[in-house]
């Protein structure tokens, strides 16, 4: 098929060639739609702010924002936000990051998101220590300003994961980032366990408990009960005793490559197995619990290059009047 002439156009001065990538800076309106997924404590009023001053600085960078449907009543929310109707890992699929507002539980409830979608979470601290928090309640203006230019690095923590025997037989599957306490439930009798360590025997006695941590956790429950502060950065497994009635009975720190486990003895009562204080199952008398380096981690988003130290000092309020430093080198 012939194409009809067209009426002759005046002589055009040559342009020079245009490079397939614009050099335009990105803007919201050019750029591809971003979406940030928000997690926040509702039953706070704290939260409920916090989470409404996000949304509105995320929304007028031109970000999307996602919640999940049960909380969305609680929050005032634009209608632009979208909703997701259950807490399952596909709600965040499409999101570039997890932001969760609220105290150490909400963290932990996070994680478990981020860890199953394998979103980056970036924690904001609205309560008391929130060793798993980036930022505190007055750094919203600049957790909002970091997320829309990107500005923010993802590091991965160690989780473990948790296997329960009874009998031989695998009764339960379990992972945590802080750490698995074996505890008793009986107030006037103590638990009855061994300790284990790659396939070789320890030690026993009578406790209130056994918790096995990652480093993440060696601030959490792990240090309440007298364990080692260990840098997120050192690979290690800890195993702490809580209360234990006995002259060995001293914080270990393993090879991440170690397997550990705990038995409760046959004649001792039932015990109960908490991961992240979280989630529960009990443990019948002989119950063998297993604890190993975790398949799959929890990705952070870090907004800051402070050291762990300068963390460490900061949450725990540590006096460090009369440091003078290393001297300079001449």
């Not at 750094?139 to 009998?167: A, G, K, W």
Request: glycine letters at 8%; charged letters at 25%.
């Amino acid at each position: 098929m012939t194409r009809p002439e067209q009426p002759e156009q005046p002589e055009q001065p040559e342009q020079p060639e245009q490079s397939e990538q614009s050099e335009t800076p990105e803007t919201p309106e050019t750029a591809a739609v971003r979406t940030v997924f928000l997690l926040a404590h509702t039953g706070r009023p704290a939260a409920i702010r916090s989470a409404e001053l996000v949304v509105q600085g995320l929304l007028r960078c031109g970000l999307r924002v996602r919640v999940l449907e049960a909380e969305a009543a609680d929050l005032p929310l634009p209608a632009s936000v979208e909703t997701a109707p259950e807490a399952t890992p596909g709600a965040l699929d499409g999101c570039e990051l997890l932001i969760v507002l609220g105290g150490d539980g909400t963290l932990l409830r996070g994680a478990e998101f981020a860890r199953a979608s394998g979103v980056p979470m970036l924690g904001v601290n609205l309560g008391r220590v929130g060793f798993l928090a980036e930022a505190e309640r007055d750094d919203l203006d600049q957790v909002v300003d970091r997320v829309v230019t990107r500005q923010y690095e993802v590091e991965e923590r160690m989780t473990i994961d948790v296997v329960v025997r009874s009998n031989g037989d695998v009764v339960h599957r379990d992972w945590a980032l802080n750490e698995a306490a074996i505890q008793k439930v009986s107030p006037d009798r103590m638990l009855e366990a061994v300790l284990e360590i790659d396939g070789r025997p320890v030690t026993a006695f009578g406790c209130d408990g056994i918790v096995c941590a990652t480093p993440t956790g060696s601030t959490a429950y792990a240090f309440s009960a007298g364990g080692p502060v260990v840098w997120p950065e050192v690979e290690a497994l800890l195993m702490v005793p809580i209360s234990a009635h006995a002259l060995f009975a001293k914080p270990l720190v393993t090879s991440p490559t170690s397997v550990l486990a705990v038995e409760v003895q046959p004649h001792t009562p039932h015990g109960v197995l908490w991961c992240d204080g979280r989630r529960t199952v009990e443990l019948p008398p002989g119950a063998r619990v297993e604890v190993r380096r975790g398949a799959v981690p929890v990705r952070l988003a870090r907004l800051h290059h402070a050291s762990f130290t300068d963390r460490l000092v900061a949450k725990f309020a540590l006096p460090i009047s009369g440091w003078r430093g290393a001297p300079s080198a001449e």
